[in-house]
């Protein structure tokens, strides 16, 4: 356990460890805006009524654990509510939460995040590749839960690796419904009899995604339902900090042997495409500055159509002024543009964007 103090003398994060007991008080007992991100995974309060049997009669291994009952829907609504308020306060303005559930519950904590002031982000379905089949055969086949992505405030500085998500999907936009198998062979861990150490343990790719995605390394995760450890295992393979919660003592005893075999990846391996968004601005003028560009010098736009560069970095076309932004909209007629991309420069009879430009004063600050 690697323990973090912070200012003001508050009490330090009991960093890497699970810690036992009831995850609201364990909550307020730790400090204020401490927590990057909060990912929870709580009970779902499945409504069984008696057992579920296979077509050959054998019993379905069911969701039927006392954690999992309530005694109605006003009883699942109080205590949604104290958790969700406990982890509010311990989230740093700029943090986020992800809540995971199924349609027994997963609406009741989304109305409950907006009446507490979280913003939501995303809703994200996670299609299982390999669902449990419905064999009544009175409804659909349940193949999906959700995922509620949301962060503690409206207008709140939250982290998302928009790049890097792009990257993990071939170069294309990372979209909302996420298709994944189920956690099962030699991922599903078991107990001393041989059993399933945790009904509802979620696969590592899951986390994987929620982790890469909207942390970075040394970000501190809090997981209030930790279960077998599933976050925590993700979490320390990709070099962010984790705390665990978790009042089950055997599920504490599966988690702290995964957590004892689990090994961080290398520094180079963290790297991620970084956000553009993150990169340090760098004004058009700079280039004029440097003389990378010079005053008079010609810019090109797609369909062929020039502007003069001004000593001030602004631009000239026509009777159009101001920034490279500014002219670019003009010329298209539109409401905005992005310059760096809309223009380029002749050298060697050849257009080059001025993008390569910015891009080379980056490499030179080191990013």
């Not at 009669?57 to 009952?69: C, I, P, R």
């Not at 890097?164 to 999907?169: D, H, I, S, W």
């Not at 929620?210 to 279960?227: A, E, R």
Request: net charge positive; hydrophobic share 35%; glycine share 8%.
């Amino acid at each position: 356990m690697k323990p973090m103090n912070n200012e003001k003398g508050a009490p330090a994060l009991p960093l890497n460890a699970i810690l036992d007991g009831d995850c609201i008080e364990r909550m307020n007992s730790l400090p204020e805006n401490s927590i990057d991100l909060i990912f929870a995974d709580p009970p779902y309060n499945l409504q069984l009524k008696g057992d579920l049997h296979r077509p050959d009669n054998s019993k379905v291994d069911a969701v039927d654990d006392h954690w999992d009952q309530f005694s109605s829907f006003a009883a699942y609504d109080q205590f949604t509510r104290d958790w969700l308020a406990a982890a509010r306060r311990i989230l740093k303005p700029n943090g986020a939460i992800w809540v995971i559930g199924s349609y027994h519950n997963v609406y009741r904590m989304g109305a409950e995040l907006q009446n507490q002031g979280f913003w939501i982000l995303n809703d994200v379905v996670w299609r299982k590749s390999n669902p449990m089949p419905n064999f009544r055969g009175k409804r659909f086949t349940n193949a999906h839960e959700t995922l509620i992505w949301a962060s503690k405030s409206e207008g709140a500085k939250y982290t998302f690796n928009y790049e890097a998500l792009k990257a993990l999907n071939e170069g294309i936009q990372m979209r909302s419904d996420w298709v994944l198998p189920i956690c099962n062979g030699g991922e599903r861990l078991k107990n001393e009899d041989g059993e399933k150490a945790h009904p509802t343990q979620k696969p590592e790719s899951l986390l994987h995604r929620v982790i890469l995605g909207t942390t970075n390394p040394g970000d501190v995760i809090l997981d209030p339902f930790f279960g077998t450890g599933t976050t925590g295992a993700v979490a320390k393979m990709l070099g962010r900090d984790f705390i665990g919660i978790e009042r089950e003592e055997a599920y504490r005893k599966v988690a702290e042997k995964r957590l004892a075999a689990t090994r961080k990846y290398d520094r180079d391996a963290l790297q991620v495409t970084a956000s553009k968004r993150a990169q340090p601005r760098i004004p058009f003028g700079q280039l004029v500055e440097r003389g990378m560009l010079r005053p008079g010098e010609t810019l090109v736009n797609p369909r062929g159509k020039t502007a003069k560069v001004r000593a001030d970095g602004t631009l000239i076309s026509g009777e159009t002024r101001g920034s490279i932004h500014q002219v670019g909209a003009a010329l298209e007629g539109a409401p905005s543009c992005n310059g760096w991309t809309y223009w380029s420069i002749k050298r060697d009879d050849k257009e080059v964007p001025i993008d390569l430009l910015r891009q080379q004063i980056r490499s030179e600050m080191g990013h």
